[in-house]
Structure formats: C-alpha cells, structure tokens
C-alpha cells in the first residue's frame, strides 16, 4: 500500500549565520589575496563539510600557531581566541585575520570591562568548546570561574564583599541559562549580567523556530555537526517542546529510511554553520520514498551582515 505524503515543516531561520558568513568569506578572501596555502587555527566554523571545502580551495587547518609557516597568512577561527594566541602572533609578526564573530568579541569586550571595574567574571559555558576556552583567555584565571551547572554555582566560594558579573557562551540562549543565571542571583544578589540583547540573536532565532514547528511534528531532524554546540541544542530544544523523537544528523547519507516510516509530519532545520544545501539534500533523501508536502514556517527575518577585517575589504 502506498504511504501517504509526508509533511516537511522547514524551520526559518535555519543555517549559515551573519558570523558564519563572515569567517567563511574571510578565509576565501585570503586565498583570493594571498593565494594557497592559506592556514586557519582550528575549524573555521563546526561542519566538516565547510572545512573540507575550503581545504581543497588551499586552506590548511592547523591546532596551533607553532604549525603555521612565517611567511604565510594565517585566520583565527570564528569562535574567539585568547589574548595569548595574538600576541604570539604579533610577536612572530604573521600576517592574520581574526574571525572571531562580533558577538562573541562584544561578549569579549564584556567581560574585559567588568575585570577593570574589579568585578570577578562568572562565564557560563561549556568547559572545552573553542568559544569558552577563547573567552577564559581573555582574562587572568584569577579573574573568571566557569560555571556549567546550578551545582557549579552553589560551589562558588568567593568573599563576601566581592563584586561579581556573569557573561555567557553566545551559542547559548535565554532559556539555556535561565536556571544558573537565577542560581547566580539567589546567590550573590548584587551580581551584575548581560542584557538579553546581547545574547546571540541567530541562536535564540533558531531555537526559537524549532520551538514553534516542534509540537506538531512526529520526528525532527536537525542539520548539523556533533561537535556543534547549537545544533546539539537544537535537538534539545525540539525534545524539550513536545518532539522527543528528534536527531541531529550531518548530511543525508545519515538518514535511515526506516525512522521516516511511521512518520507524517517531520520538522527539519539546521545549526548555524551548516550550508542550506545539506538542508536540500535532506529533503530530497526524504522524497526518495515518499510524495513531499513542503511548508516554510519562518519566525523573522534575518538581515545582520558582518563587514571583513580591515585589509579584507572589497
């Protein structure tokens, strides 16, 4: 008997962010101007897919500045580094490019200026993703705790006359951290913190478009890599809002035909460094097996752009 249509609710926004846009433009600048090889210290962005790309247009993607040749460009990643990797390349006086998205640098800026109002800086993040670890190094270690959970929180140990301020990871969002932020104020009233608004507008975006499309779907898949912090959020996100059978999926060559079965309606979206043809791709897998009834659900429109680095600009 022949299955019946299956119905695609598109998340939008979804994919490639103004951030993401701008690192990737970045290194293909570079190859343009300088030529190949270009390196870049650590991924560019979360997809393999964005990374193989570019390493067969030239690009070269190292872990640290001691693989990186005097004589050849080098950009940072767009997840932010610490004050130590720019000054290691001043002092070998490499040419480079910093990718850091401007959110991430204003939370960057954030945090520099607590520490100069002698406040300690409480980051909430996730210890070992390359935005954390960026932002820890912004400030001395005596000069910022991290802090993952409401436990973490209840395990601070500061004096009590102590000015305090709270930042967070970008690929975070409002509803991620509500519980430490209010552990934090419970705890230290006079804390001071980021304003909504400075929270990244492309994950809250996205999150909240899943949030929209999540309950009237049987399945959900997002587009993304593992080691992505927003698209793992993503998942969660569509679990947490009445879809608990949600997936996070790199490219369709992952899609198991069988999980689509019993399905008639499938959100699908994507994680903020993932390019929208993978998105396209998916969808055609599903309509391997099945007649498609597409449906856009777009939540706003986003119309941020990031201007390149000097010495970049057209």
């Not at 006359?161 to 934090?184: F, G, W």
């Not at 705890?187 to 949030?211: H, S």
């Not at 947490?240 to 699908?268: H, M, T």
């Amino acid at each position: 008997m022949t299955q019946p249509p299956l119905a695609i609710r598109l998340a939008a926004p979804r994919g490639f962010c103004a951030g993401v846009t701008r690192a990737i433009q970045i290194v293909e600048t570079c190859l343009e101007k300088y030529g190949a090889p270009v390196y870049v210290r650590h991924q560019i962005v979360h997809n393999q897919h964005v990374v193989r790309d570019l390493e067969a247009r030239g690009a070269i993607f190292v872990t640290e500045l001691d693989e990186v040749p005097d004589d050849r460009p080098v950009v940072f990643s767009a997840h932010g580094i610490p004050q130590a990797v720019t000054m290691e390349a001043e002092r070998r006086d490499l040419v480079y490019f910093d990718a850091t998205c401007p959110l991430v640098t204003k939370v960057h800026k954030s945090a520099a200026r607590y520490s100069v109002a002698e406040r300690m800086v409480i980051l909430i993040g996730h210890a070992g993703h390359p935005e954390v670890v960026g932002t820890l190094g912004q400030l001395p270690s005596d000069r910022i705790a991290l802090v993952e959970s409401v436990e973490d929180v209840m395990a601070l140990d500061f004096p009590a006359d102590q000015p305090l301020a709270y930042i967070t990871q970008t690929t975070l969002s409002v509803d991620d951290t509500a519980t430490i932020v209010a552990a934090l104020k419970q705890r230290f009233p006079e804390v001071l913190g980021m304003a909504e608004r400075d929270i990244c507008y492309a994950t809250t975006n996205r999150q909240n478009a899943v949030k929209t499309i999540a309950p009237d779907c049987d399945g959900l898949i997002v587009i993304g890599a593992s080691n992505s912090s927003n698209s793992r959020r993503l998942v969660e996100v569509a679990q947490a809002n009445g879809c608990p059978d949600a997936l996070l999926l790199s490219d369709a060559g992952e899609l198991d035909p069988d999980w689509l079965r019993d399905k008639a309606v499938v959100g699908i979206t994507a994680g903020a460094s993932a390019p929208d043809i993978l998105v396209r791709q998916l969808i055609d897998a599903c309509g391997e097996s099945r007649e498609l009834m597409v449906e856009e659900v777009e939540i706003t429109r986003e119309d941020a752009r990031f201007r390149l680095p000097r010495g970049l600009e057209a």
